[in-house]
């Protein structure tokens, strides 16, 4: 989210942190006490069991442990933890409420500015963002578990099914056309929604819920909670039409005619990039996208109960080393493989996926292969993949991002045995919208151009997420969605 | 949901729907497809639209049952719905006034064939059109076809209507005859497609083929349908369906076509017991 957007939240924490209660809380554990108590971990299946299974690895936290762990929280003055959140979540207003019990209450609070905590919990990178500024890795001990009590409030308020619908208190009677049901989607929806407009979805898969549906695989991100959020979406009023690919089903300025007056693109980053080297056209080679689109959202690990196919390998190799590639290489795990690799050009160091994801990896057997780069798919008689022909790469100076750059060694080139490769090496925005949008300006890359507020530029068409930003977060996404519900609310009260 | 409005059957195993999809039927144009799932948690296939009224807002499909959705498709009547049908996809045809275009068309990719042909007929075009198909019973859409055609030519494989022979046997005799032929058309199975592209190579024909590759979403994200075009890797779903014949890597393609051959049988059968009918 925007500064200035996170700043009134800020202001407003800082409001709440006064309250007597909270200063009676504060005082009623001093806070070296506090300090003292180990973080608390959360249950997870064992290695071995849910290597072969699709069920969620992480179980969450009881009652008692999640009480314990709010307890570690100083209810810091400044709290570093909320500027380091995309959404700016109000992190120790709801712990504190953790810490007396108040699971309900402490749902609420997030959701006055996330309306997704649920998912947040699971697959935000919190280590980079609220933990990795909370203020206890400056005193060297282990960050508050955010994302872990995020996780247990929003299950808890799911599993209790109180859930509060926001109505708004009067109707606008303008209508707004959302195009993507993923997170940044979801996220502007919500908040228009309670503003009173009239918000309609339009889904080009058969069913909502974008990246989060067809991406993240059910052990890390349970379908059922996402389908549990997209339902209150409903609930509040807004309206989801799947089926619909805006730029072929009707474009944005055929929605107009219909009486769309505001528009917020957040279509995702739908294109995979690939390798282009020789042989990726070979069977048993896929993107990323398909393996996880047919695992996910087609049920493919199903079959034959459910008819989608997929290649189920012996050894299977994921190149790339980001969350994708973790999500693909556990799954093609959990499909069966003997070996499961991922070849990355870097070091574990530089490798770009959450550390939870990596940790998971590891420890149910997926074999990483680092500083090692894939030159050529080689195929059998059969135009099945074979093996991949690799260079062994060493680390240079850094580049643009920071990283050491991998420079392949000459005369390593070797081949590594695999019937099925997944290529995770991320995606680029879809040209779709803007090839039929007239006026649609995008950057070098595909990424939709827009102002601070978001809009491109189109007046009254928003954009935000991976369309915009090309490849980022959940949770980056989701802050666009609300930046952007801002700005439209904006532009539509001031438009005659 | 979508409303199915009609049904024939048209051939063995080869039936015609027209379904309720009024944007898709207002928006679509030549060479476009849809998607579609029969019910809830079947596979998604890609199904040329083959005709549409815009003011009815009905498309037309035609599919050939080869496979477990084809056949829970085939199951559906008047009456009954789908659940899932997304479009228009794909990029429209580019049609212009070539002179004098083959439209070349085998089994059930007639079907496709036949949208481009008459959007070919509007503009002006002279149209020669060659049928094939491997027995009389399954040559579908003649008299359709034969509307917008100056020309209709049927080749059997083995006789039994028409003339006895391949669609590029017809293609030679016709180059033989001294006509000037200033493109083709070609959609049907892989290998005719790229027998008629390697003739028509020799002769410097414009060839335009339709590619019915294994598709996911549809709209670019998996890259399921990629093919090499030129030594490039296009996306049938976004970059084509349709591609210069001389272009495409056949080979490459026909072995991605193949690519789960064991899961379809399986998957296919698995219904068909379901349904207590065998293979």
Same mark, same amino acid.
């Given at each position: 989210m925007s500064k200035e957007n996170i700043q009134k939240i800020i202001d407003e924490i800082n409001i709440e942190r006064k309250e007597e209660w909270r200063a009676d809380l504060r005082r009623s554990m001093k806070a070296k006490a506090r300090g003292e108590i180990d973080r608390v971990h959360m249950i997870e299946r064992e290695p071995d069991v849910r290597n072969k299974i699709f069920e969620e690895v992480n179980l969450g936290y009881t009652e008692e442990m999640a009480i314990l762990e709010a307890k570690r929280c100083l209810d810091c003055p400044s709290p570093t933890c909320v500027m380091g959140c995309p959404v700016a979540v109000k992190i120790p207003s709801f712990i504190k409420l953790v810490e007396e019990g108040k699971f309900l209450d402490a749902a609420k609070k997030i959701k006055e500015t996330n309306s997704l905590p649920a998912v947040c919990g699971r697959v935000c990178p919190q280590e980079e963002q609220c933990e990795g500024n909370c203020i206890y890795i400056k005193m060297g001990k282990p960050p508050i578990a955010i994302g872990h009590l995020e996780r247990f409030v929003a299950d808890y308020e799911r599993k209790m099914n109180a859930a509060e619908i926001v109505k708004p208190k009067e109707k606008k009677g303008k209508k707004v056309a959302i195009i993507g049901s993923g997170p940044a989607g979801l996220a502007a929806a919500g908040d228009l929604a309670k503003m009173g407009y009239d918000v309609t979805i339009f889904e080009a &898969?058969? =069913?909502? +819920?974008g990246v989060l549906i067809y991406g993240i695989p059910e052990f890390r991100l349970p379908k059922e909670i996402v389908r549990h959020e997209i339902e209150n979406l409903k609930k509040m009023g807004v309206e989801i039409i799947t089926d619909f690919v805006v730029g072929r089903t009707a474009t944005i300025d055929e929605l107009r005619e219909e009486g769309y007056e505001a528009f917020f693109i957040g @279509? +995702? @980053? $739908?294109l995979p990039w690939m &390798? /282009? *080297?020789? $042989? =990726? /056209? &070979? /069977?048993g080679v896929y993107s990323a996208n398909e393996y996880l689109t047919r695992v996910n959202l087609m049920k493919a690990y199903k079959f034959p109960e459910y008819e989608t196919p997929i290649a189920r390998g012996k050894r299977v190799a994921v190149i790339g080393a980001g969350n994708t590639a973790m999500d693909a290489v556990r799954t093609s795990k959990r499909l069966g493989a003997e070996h499961s690799m991922i070849l990355y050009r870097r070091t574990r160091k530089e490798m770009p996926a959450r550390i939870e994801e990596i940790k998971h990896a590891e420890e149910e057997g997926i074999e990483f292969i680092y500083l090692t780069q894939p030159i050529e798919f080689v195929g059998d008689e059969n135009g099945w993949l074979k093996g991949i022909k690799c260079i062994k790469m060493e680390l240079g100076e850094p580049d643009d991002s920071g990283r050491r750059r991998p420079i392949p060694i000459e005369g390593t080139e070797h081949i590594i045995e695999a019937d099925v490769a997944i290529v995770a090496l991320g995606t680029k925005p879809n040209p779709l919208i803007p090839d039929t949008t007239e006026g649609l300006k995008i950057k070098r890359r595909g990424e939709i151009e827009v102002d601070d507020s978001l809009? %491109?530029? *189109?007046?009254g068409v928003f954009a935000g997420g991976d369309v915009m930003r090309g490849g980022a977060t959940v949770i980056l996404a989701m802050g666009d969605g609300r930046d952007a519900a801002i700005a439209i609310d904006k532009y539509l009260s001031e438009k005659k | 949901m979508y409303k199915i409005i009609e049904k024939n059957t *048209?051939? =063995? /195993?080869e039936y015609s729907m027209k379904v309720i999809a009024p944007r898709i039927a207002k928006k679509r144009r030549a060479g476009q497809f849809i998607i579609l799932i029969p019910s809830q948690g079947d596979e998604r296939i890609p199904l040329t639209i083959v005709d549409s009224s815009p003011d009815e807002g009905w498309i037309e499909i035609i599919f050939q049952v080869i496979g477990a959705t084809t056949f829970k498709l085939s199951l559906k009547n008047v009456g009954d719905e789908i659940y899932s049908l997304v479009g228009p996809l794909g990029r429209p045809t580019h049609i212009e006034n070539w002179g004098t275009v083959v439209s070349v068309g085998g089994g059930v990719g007639i079907a496709p064939l036949l949208p481009i042909t008459a959007a070919m007929k509007k503009a002006g075009n002279r149209i020669i059109t060659i049928l094939g198909a491997r027995t009389k019973e399954l040559l579908i859409l003649e008299d359709r076809m034969a509307k917008y055609s100056d020309r209709v030519i049927i080749m059997t494989d083995d006789g039994s209507y028409g003339e006895k022979g391949l669609v590029t046997d017809a293609i030679k005799k016709l180059i033989n005859e001294g006509e000037k032929l200033d493109m083709v058309l070609a959609v049907g199975p892989a290998i005719m497609m790229k027998f008629v592209s390697l003739l028509t190579k020799e002769y410097n024909i414009p060839t335009l083929v339709s590619l019915n590759t294994i598709m996911v979403d +549809? %709209?670019?994200?998996?890259?399921?349908?990629r093919v090499t075009v030129g030594k490039e890797t296009k996306f049938v779903c976004v970059d084509g369906p349709e591609f210069d014949g001389h272009l495409v890597d056949w080979d490459n393609m026909l072995k991605r076509q193949t690519v789960y051959r064991e899961q379809e049988k399986i998957a296919y059968e698995k219904v068909l017991s379901q349904y207590g009918k065998k293979n």
């Open positions: &898969l058969h =069913e909502p +819920g @279509a +995702g @980053a $739908g &390798l /282009n *080297i020789p $042989g =990726e /056209n &070979l /069977n809009q %491109t530029s *189109i007046p | *048209i051939a =063995e /195993n +549809g %709209t670019g994200m998996c890259g399921s349908c």
